[in-house]
């Protein structure tokens, strides 16, 4: 998920934060899907799991210039 990001960072080369808003809640959104699927099966990401991947998408965001992103911003749908 987050080299698809990547990729669509690249490609999109979002000009500001609500583009690229729309890019890392596109990919939350995908973590979500992750984790309801855990939940089918049994089992589920736990905070922990869940803020490391905040903090990877705070990573992800300042690699690309985005260095005053907000990472509650950038994850705003996330669930749990």
Known sequence: MLLALCARIEAD???DLPALHALTRAATE??????TAFDEA???IETVGREAMAEEFRFVAEAYGFTDADV???IAPREG
């Not at 995908?30 to 984790?35: A, I, K, M, R, V």
Request: no cysteine; aromatic share 6%.
């Open 13 to 15: 080369r979002p000009a």
């Open 30 to 35: 995908e973590f979500n899907d992750l984790e």
């Open 42 to 44: 049994g089992g589920m």
């Open 72 to 74: 509650e911003e950038l």
